[in-house]
């Protein structure tokens, strides 16, 4: 079941914060969130595990709540570079073979 | 380089035509993920290796859709009768092991158009 992210699309001016939301219906075992520019490799953000581990970038932040099955990534201070579609991938599993279940991504554009 | 390399990067296919599309990981990955992404939508999961085992194909829509690792490292998706429906973005991932939280590097995918 994918996970269903909020807001499919925002826009910013540079120095803006934004906060995107990961809902899952099923329990989660960790969230990995993605920034992919068209034409290119998803690029790795963050992990978040069950449990409150967190591993990733400094300038980004996210939160994982276990109790609603939500994860939300915090961008700060946004920059032009931070321009992409993030998208935020879900492991079900805990175990066998890791896959992500990625939701339909949420576009983000800064401007000047 | 450092990262996944995929190939070819572009791809048209008449249908009905045989693919096959090649996936460098990082040196020393044990772990390989095919994931397929469609116009405007996340990468949707095909397949996953661990060495040269398939241990998931649960994602290959149809017996048309073949991946193989023989030697643990480079890996092969294959499609054969190309059909349009088949026309997205094919994404190779690696990972240095596999468990839970660990990250999955993307290469920059092959992009299959379908006549």
């Known amino acids: 079941q994918q996970p269903v992210q909020s807001p499919q699309a925002v826009i910013l001016r540079e120095g803006e914060d934004a906060v995107i939301n990961c809902s899952s219906s099923?329990?989660?075992?960790?969230v990995h969130w993605y920034r992919q520019k068209h034409g290119e490799a998803p690029v790795f953000l963050m992990i978040?595990?069950?449990?409150?581990e967190q591993k990733g970038h400094e300038k980004i932040s996210a939160s994982f709540n276990e109790k609603k099955q939500q994860s939300s990534l915090y961008l700060t201070a946004s920059q032009l570079s931070y321009s992409g579609t993030y998208f935020c991938?879900?492991?079900?599993?805990?175990?066998?073979?890791?896959?992500?279940?990625f939701g339909k991504g949420t576009k983000l554009s800064v401007i000047p | 380089g450092a990262g996944v390399s995929q190939s070819p990067r572009y791809k048209v296919a008449k249908r009905g035509q045989d693919v096959a599309l090649r996936c460098d990981p990082i040196?020393?990955?044990?772990?390989l993920f095919w994931y397929q992404q469609a116009l405007g939508q996340g990468p949707e999961f095909l397949t996953y290796?661990?060495?040269?085992?398939?241990?998931?194909k649960s994602g290959l829509p149809s017996d048309r859709f073949f991946a193989e690792r023989p030697e643990g490292s480079v890996s092969t998706l294959k499609i054969q009768r190309t059909q349009q429906e088949d026309s997205a973005v094919y994404l190779c991932?690696?990972?240095?092991?596999?468990?839970?939280?660990?990250?999955?590097?993307f290469g920059p995918g092959t992009r299959l158009t379908v006549l």
């Open positions: 040196s020393g990955h044990v772990s």
């Open positions: 991932a690696s990972s240095f092991t596999m468990g839970v939280g660990i990250e999955q590097f």
């Open positions: 991938g879900t492991d079900y599993s805990g175990a066998g073979s890791y896959q992500l279940t």
């Open positions: 290796f661990q060495n040269e085992a398939q241990l998931d």
């Open positions: 978040l595990l069950k449990g409150g």
């Open positions: 099923k329990a989660l075992y960790s």
